[in-house]
Each structure stands twice: as C-alpha cells, then as structure tokens.
C-alpha cells in the first residue's frame, strides 16, 4: 500500500495563479483532511472530508476549495495565489471511529 | 477540543528515557490524549492514544493522571532517530470527522 500520497511535493506559483494541490490514499478511509503548516507553527485544519460528495471547512478555509468526489481522492484548490499561502501542505486520512490518522509527506508551496 | 500546555523543547541523551509532560487541565470525558510526532518536516506520524488507562505500544508508553489532566509520553529508549516535534492532542472521535487540533508541540533533540 502507497498510503497517503501527496503531488507534487514542490511548487512555485506566482502571485495570482492557481493551482490543485493533488492527494489520494489506497486505504479505503473514509475521512481525508487537508493542513497547513507555516514555519515553526503547528498544523492547521483547512478543509475535511467525512465522505464522497461531503466537505466542510476547518480553522482556516479561506483562499481555498476541495471536492471529494470519489473515497480515494481530496484535491485541494488554490484560487488566486498570495504570499500568504505559501506554506507546507498536508494530507491526512483515517477510518471512522480510528484513532490513527496517516499524514502525506506534504507540498511545499511558495507564492512568489 | 481542550487546549493543551507543552514545553517548547527538551534534550534527551541517547539510550535514556524521554519523559514529555503535556498538561490538559480542561480535558472532557470523551476526549482522548493523542500523541503524534513529525521528523524533520516530514508527514506528522502516530506514536499512541490514551483515555483514562495507561498505554503502551511498541514505540511508547503513555501515563495519564488519574484526574486526566495531564499525561506523560515516555520513550524508554531514545535513539538519534527520536528527534523531532512530540505534539499532544486532545480530541473526542465524532462520527462527523476526527479532527485534530496541532499546538506548538515539543521539539525534542536526543544527543550522543
């Protein structure tokens, strides 16, 4: 199993260009999440999914869209790239009622 | 979800246990204490999960007070390859997505 894979793992936009920040896992999991991580902070919920067809924001949703139209799947949508959105990037899934969540290795984006 | 109180960084010797405190005074009945830790920039990984009883797996232990208001991972043996973030969670599992919410974790750097 590849788990949660994340593409690409690099990238630099320009301001005002967008882009989908691509993520699938093999393991049949329910739920997907998306984060992001600014230097020496802690992760930050951008926008789950509990299931194909259902999405809902997180802490931070601004500047950015999903859709979850199949279970293996979450794409993560810039609009409108800002400096403010570079970051690193990352996805994660698990199982309803698990207590394990498995991460991607992350995007690292920088709006320049 | 509770707020939780970690000490922003901590050295340990190689082959030494590493005790990591984490308080969470306002921990709810149904919440867990999760612990999870990121290498290097890498995907954040699971270590172990706990609720009101002690754990241990094959990476660690977790003890938690018998009031739930704090918790202590230990590592019994660090290594070099323990360095990293130790970030302590608490969130309730909810049918409508387990999120979890990051702090500032403990950075934790094992020494020769």
């Known amino acids: 199993n590849a788990g949660v894979t994340q593409t690409p793992k690099f990238r630099i936009l320009k301001i005002g260009q967008s882009m989908t920040l691509q993520c699938a896992q093999d393991m049949n999991h329910n739920y997907m999440y998306w984060y992001r991580q600014d230097p020496g902070m802690g992760l930050k919920l951008i926008y789950y999914s509990v299931g194909a067809g259902i999405t809902d924001k997180g802490e931070v949703p601004n500047g950015y869209n999903v859709s979850r139209s199949t279970t293996e799947d979450f794409p993560l949508r810039l609009e409108l790239a800002a400096p403010s959105q570079t970051s690193v990037y990352f996805c994660?899934?698990?199982?309803?009622?698990?207590?394990?969540?498995?991460f991607g290795q992350g995007t690292r984006l920088t709006v320049v | 979800d509770a707020k939780t109180t970690q000490p922003p960084s901590m050295d340990c010797a190689e082959g030494r246990a590493a005790n990591l405190p984490c308080n969470h005074s306002t921990i709810s009945g149904n919440e867990y204490v999760y612990w999870y830790r990121q290498i290097h920039s890498q995907g954040p990984q699971y270590i172990i999960h706990g609720l009101k009883n002690n754990e241990t797996n094959e990476m660690a232990s977790l003890i938690i007070t018998e009031d739930r208001k704090s918790s202590t991972l230990i590592l019994p043996h660090a290594t070099l390859r323990d360095t990293a973030v130790y970030y302590c969670i608490v969130s309730a599992p909810i049918a409508a997505g387990n999120k979890l919410t990051f702090g500032g974790g403990t950075r934790v750097l094992v020494k020769p």
């Open positions: 994660a899934s698990n199982r309803p009622g698990s207590t394990e969540a498995f």
